[in-house]
Antibody
């Protein structure tokens, strides 16, 4: 069974940093891309970052709202993905989901076929 | 960025009803569209990808159609477990935008 488990969320002051982790199991993690999607309280879903498998170069992409502040990485040997969040703003508050991403052939674009349970990040003074 | 607009925002229906949700893209996305179901306090769940391909394990009462800029998600006979919020998402280009969601509530 495919499982993704996020951790690392919590209450943090504006301007500070937080690192989220996503531990995967039940599939060959190194063969798949990973995306992070977030959801502000009572709001819709927002894609924020993507990392391709290291086998295919480990390409990363970010939404404009987090570019320059967030960094995604992965350690395939431990089936873990990370989201380093710096210079946090109050508008970064929400639930952060790690997702397995299935790609269109030859692109970095795809949909999210498996989701973790999410981890809540609250940015507040 | 490609904008995704869902309608209606909220839909009231009864068990057994046929339900249709529409998702419109601001430019052509071919058939690079997915649909997700989310229940309160839970992660979204993939229902359909490539506009009309049912994800494994999803009941056949769910179906998707469309291409270009207009898409629909249809539930042929609404079941109690289907009351939830539904999102479309394109993967045509970088923005990977979601629609704002459609909540299906009990009438």
């Amino acid at each position: 069974e495919v499982q993704l488990v996020e951790s690392g969320g919590g209450l943090v002051q504006p301007g500070r940093s937080l690192r989220l982790s996503c531990v995967a199991s039940g599939f060959r993690f190194g063969d798949f891309a990973v995306s992070w999607v977030r959801q502000a309280p009572g709001k819709g879903l927002e894609w924020i970052s993507f990392i391709r498998s290291n086998t295919y170069g480990g390409t990363t992409e970010y939404a404009a709202s987090v570019t320059g502040r967030f960094a995604v990485s992965r350690r395939d040997s431990n089936s873990i993905a990370y989201l380093q969040m710096n210079s946090l703003k109050t508008e970064d508050t929400g639930v952060y989901y790690c997702t397995r991403t299935l790609l269109r052939t030859g692109t970095d674009l795809g949909y999210f076929d498996s989701w973790g349970q999410g981890t809540l990040v609250t940015v507040s003074s | 960025d490609i904008q995704m607009t869902q309608s209606p925002s909220t839909l009231s229906a009864s068990v057994g009803d046929r339900v249709t949700i529409t998702c419109r893209a601001s430019q052509s996305i071919n058939d690079w569209l997915a649909w997700y179901q989310q229940k309160p306090g839970k992660a979204p769940k993939l229902l359909i990808y490539r506009a009309s391909t049912l994800e494994t394990g999803v009941p056949s009462r769910f179906s998707g159609s469309g291409s270009g800029t207009e898409f629909t998600l249809t539930i042929s006979s609404l079941q109690p477990d289907d009351f939830a919020t539904y999102y479309c998402q394109h993967y045509e280009n970088f923005s990977r935008t979601f629609g704002q969601g459609t909540t299906v509530e009990i009438k």
